[in-house]
């Protein structure tokens, strides 16, 4: 009681770190004795709840401190003697109301939500036929943030620049060219992370069937970030090897190749597979969807004429 632990609430959209402080009378007040040692009382860590949130949205935003996670997140460092506690700051699912030019997919770029998901979150309704004033439902930005946030790395792509750039602990690492999605098959904007690391993933598509059957292609140094459709992932990766033996883009980058992926060159797509921990944040931006972290600004400001 006598050094209440610090508490730092970490936001992973925003790469936003706010610390929070309590008096050893409040901490005191909510902690009980039970047979199995130290515990909380959630009715007397509800207030302190509710007034961090009141404090998280000064503008009308979403953001929130989940009580359960709050509660279960201190009770283990009750229980670990530890002096910090570790937070991570939620959004709410919230609502969006259609403008001119509107349509589901312009929706799902300007939000920062694969389209899937927000078709999800309105079954039964046709999100290709929109009118102005319609309002529709998205779902907690949380869904692209699966996985516990890493805060000291984050890798910002610009999709309009086709542009990468790799920060740790605030200072940028790597930066380079890439290739993202054709027009037909686009690269979300948005805030991802790096979800799964293969040496070699397959994938494929009708464009490649002919009277042989449908063939596939490797990409090299495959990390998952986003799910376009179930089982339909889109990633970082380095060369692929098409069925016919040739590689994607000739191997070049810096104009769009690819069929959603982000594609680097095949050596320092290496590069990044060995550094990329899972987990780390990842930041789609362009003219739909502008930076929303400081480092996303920084990265953007890198490849201004």
């Given amino acids: 009681i006598t050094r209440p632990p610090g508490i730092t609430g970490y936001d992973p959209f925003r790469d936003e770190t706010l610390a929070w402080t309590t008096t ?4 005191a007040s909510w902690l009980e004795v039970t047979p199995d040692g130290l515990d909380l009382r959630m009715e007397m860590l509800g207030p302190f709840v509710e007034a961090t949130t009141r404090s998280l949205n000064p503008t009308g935003d979403t953001r929130y401190l989940d009580p359960a996670e709050t509660r279960d997140t201190l009770r283990q460092a009750i229980q ?4 910090s506690v570790f937070l991570r700051i939620r959004y709410r699912p919230t609502t969006y109301e259609v403008v001119s030019g509107d ?4 929706i799902a770029r300007k939000t920062g939500l694969p389209f899937y998901w927000i078709e999800k979150a309105n079954e039964g309704r046709d999100l290709n036929r ?7 439902s998205l779902p907690s930005r ?12 984050r890798i910002v792509v610009n999709l309009d620049a086709q542009t990468m750039v790799a920060f740790e602990n605030g200072q940028p690492v ?5 290739s993202t999605g054709l027009p037909d098959y686009p690269t979300y904007p948005g805030v991802y992370q790096i979800l799964n690391h293969d040496e070699v993933a397959r994938g494929g ?17 495959f990390m998952g970030i986003y799910e376009v459709v179930p089982g339909l992932v889109n990633g970082f990766h380095g060369a692929v090897l098409l069925p016919n033996g040739n590689y994607l883009g000739g191997n070049n980058v810096g104009i769009p190749y690819t069929l959603g992926c982000v594609m680097s060159r095949d050596d320092q797509a290496r590069q990044l597979y060995d550094w990329a921990d899972h987990g780390t ?11 929303q972290s400081e480092l996303a600004r920084r990265a953007f400001n890198l490849y201004q004429p």
């Fill in 174 to 178: 790597y930066q380079w060219l890439i």
């Fill in 80 to 83: 670990d003697k530890r002096d």
């Fill in 281 to 291: 944040v990842v930041e789609i931006i362009s003219s739909d969807y502008p930076p």
């Fill in 103 to 106: 349509t589901g997919y312009r």
């Fill in 205 to 221: 598509s009708y464009t490649l069937c002919g009277s042989a059957g449908c063939g596939q292609w490797e990409m090299y140094w």
């Fill in 130 to 136: 929109l009118s102005v004033g319609d309002v529709i």
């Fill in 142 to 153: 949380d869904l692209t943030l699966p996985e516990t946030p890493l805060p000291n790395k």
């Fill in 24 to 27: 050893q009378d409040t901490f």
